[in-house]
């Protein structure tokens, strides 16, 4: 059974400062994986999708990587501002479809 | 570009009580599913569907009923609510394609008194 972890489970950071968010899985036969961002009480937003032959994807400020080998993802998130104080979460898809297995997120605060 | 739509946003029940989530979506996405998102236990996915008249049980499918009856709709209904059904739940949709990003509904908060 796929099982996806966030480790840190919260982080704190000064504004500026750049992210690093982690996130490992345990079956390395994975099609793709999603990271997402959540706002309190809200739903979820696609921030970056890694196809399994790709290493990397990057959007603006975001870059995301990917070592299926060894089952991580890092998501990083350069010159941080207090607007992506969010909860973010990395989620894999083991084959064509839709059957998502999420890891528990990573709440992000970044102080002004 | 109204994307995945969920109604109601926020219900409250009582134990025994039927109601049905609704999820549309505007997108004409093959694939169509429900999580539901607890504290300590994350999103976890309740069922899905591949296409109009396909569906299938994910993790956590005890209680719930699901149908696809037109590629556009996918509800939920739990039949007789219980209090371990309070939860926040959403929808979710997308192509299946290589691609495959998933679009996520606001969700719906429910109580189950």
Not at chain 1, 53 to 82: C, F, H, M, V, W
Not at chain 2, 13 to 21: P, V
Not at chain 2, 36 to 58: E, K, W
Not at chain 2, 89 to 101: D, E, L, Q, R, V
């Amino acid at each position: 059974k796929q099982e996806v972890t966030q480790i840190p489970a919260a982080l704190s950071v000064p504004e500026g400062e750049n992210l690093v968010l982690n996130c490992s899985f345990t079956d390395s036969a994975i099609y793709n994986l999603q990271w997402f961002r959540q706002d309190p009480g809200k739903g979820l937003t696609s921030l970056l999708l890694i196809q399994s032959s790709q290493r990397e994807q990057t959007s603006g400020r975001l870059n995301a990587s990917l070592d299926k080998s060894s089952g991580r993802s890092t998501l990083y998130i350069a010159a941080s501002q207090p607007g992506d104080s969010a909860t973010y979460l990395c989620a894999v898809i083991k084959a064509a479809g839709n059957k998502l297995t999420f890891g528990g997120g990573t709440r992000v605060l970044v102080k002004p | 570009n109204a994307g995945v739509t969920q109604t109601p946003k926020f219900q409250v029940l009582k134990t025994g009580q039927s109601m049905t989530l609704q999820c549309a979506q505007d997108m004409n996405h093959e694939y169509m599913s429900w999580y539901r998102q607890d504290p300590g236990m994350g999103l976890r996915l309740i069922h899905y569907s591949v296409g109009a008249g396909i569906t299938d049980q994910g993790e956590v499918p005890n209680g719930y009923n699901v149908s696809r009856s037109t590629t556009e709709d996918f509800p939920l209904r739990l039949l007789s609510a219980a209090p371990s059904q309070t939860s926040v739940y959403f929808c979710a949709s997308s192509t299946g394609t290589a691609k495959n990003i998933q679009y996520f509904g606001a969700g719906t908060r429910l109580s189950v008194l």
